[in-house]
């Protein structure tokens, strides 16, 4: 039992955000302030049928006039901060928008919440949390044979990875510094339903059901480390409640497959659910495609710490999680095919102008 009611969370009509919030509210004793500028990747329709006790605005981290009003006036018990420009394509594109968010916003966070924690009684201080929710994409590239663990040094590769990093870096200082109580959490690739078709799985599927190419970068060949939403969202519960302060907790399967494969795991599933005569295989659609400036070859996440620790252990194997997700993005599929909702039509991002 968690000894939290009222949660803040910085972009929780994100993918991940809206999954941590729907199930926060299945508890009718929590309450969740959620501020987030609802941005491309927000979904309103996430969130659409939770109860009471959620309350949103629409605002941006860095309008720090706002953001300390609100967190004085809620006295939130704990903050989970999730806020973040998050696709490596679109950093290629518009790094600024990747730095004024991830590292201005998490300062500015960070500096607020501080103020605010100096300011509470002593038990409600010595209860408080700050957990900063990033990617394992800040430790690079992971040779054949080696693993990231939290003790792995950092050196990211994009400049989505190179923010992430920078705004971890941040949140450690504020405890080694100033003592506030932080927690930082690294995860693996997420998926599952209501995720942004910007990313490899919904993508994958939404091109099947149009009959288009699949993009595969490269010769497919890069690794990834896959985990379910809802398992990231469990492992987060966990780390909130029984965490320690100022440590970092890899959040992953330590299950390893490659892009290619999982592209190859989706269209086989599709080709029994909704199997297509003209095409015969929806591994026809595959297409290789130049690669990602700057790809990082694997990821490979150590989750010893947090299943040995904490308690914590994935309950999605990738087969079981994938089909699961596949069946949600098949059942919405009118949304998942909605451009103009959307505002993305899936053509390429992340090319190098020459």
């Known amino acids: 039992m968690s000894k939290y009611r009222k949660y803040l969370i910085t972009g929780g009509y994100g993918f991940i955000g809206s999954c941590l919030v729907r199930k926060l509210l299945n508890n009718k004793e929590n309450q969740v302030v959620n501020i987030d500028k609802m941005t491309y990747a927000s979904n309103k329709l996430a969130l659409e049928n939770i109860r009471d006790g959620h309350t949103h605005y629409k605002k941006d981290i860095n309008d720090t006039k ?96 190179a ?93 390893e497959t490659s892009n290619i494969n999982l592209v190859e795991k989706i269209c086989s599933i599709l080709n029994d659910l909704k199997p297509n005569q003209s095409i015969e295989s929806y591994n026809n659609l595959i297409s290789f495609v130049e690669d990602r400036p700057g790809h990082d ?3 490979s996440v150590d989750n010893y710490k947090i299943k040995n620790e904490l308690g914590w252990s994935p309950q999605y194997d990738l087969d079981s999680g994938i089909l699961k997700t596949v069946k949600w993005y098949i059942d919405n599929e009118k949304w998942l095919l909605d451009d103009k909702e959307l505002s993305y039509d899936g053509s390429r991002l992340g ?3 020459k």
């Open 66 to 161: 706002f953001l300390r009003q609100a967190i004085n006036d809620y006295e939130p018990d704990c903050i989970i901060h999730l806020a973040a420009e998050s696709h490596v394509d679109r950093s290629i594109d518009s790094p600024g928008e990747f730095i004024n968010t991830n590292i201005l916003g998490t300062y500015n966070l960070l500096n607020i919440s501080y103020s605010y924690w100096l300011n509470l009684d002593s038990d409600k201080r010595d209860n408080f949390r700050f957990i900063h929710v990033s990617t394992d994409e800040v430790y690079g590239d992971a040779e054949i044979g080696s693993i990231f663990t939290e003790t792995s040094p950092y050196s990211p590769n994009s400049p989505y990875a």
């Open 163 to 255: 923010s992430k990093a920078s705004s971890d870096l941040l949140v450690r200082s504020w405890y080694k510094t100033f003592g506030f109580p932080i927690i930082i959490t690294n995860s693996s690739n997420n998926y599952g339903k209501w995720q942004f078709p910007e990313k490899l799985i919904p993508l994958t599927i939404k091109k099947i059901l149009l009959e288009e190419e699949i993009p595969i970068y490269g010769d497919g060949n890069q690794i990834r480390d896959w985990i379910h939403v809802e398992d990231h969202i469990e492992g987060l519960l966990t780390i909130l409640n029984k965490g320690i302060l100022g440590e970092s907790y890899n959040i992953s399967t330590s299950v």
């Open 351 to 353: 090319i190098l102008k």
């Open 297 to 299: 070859i694997r990821y």
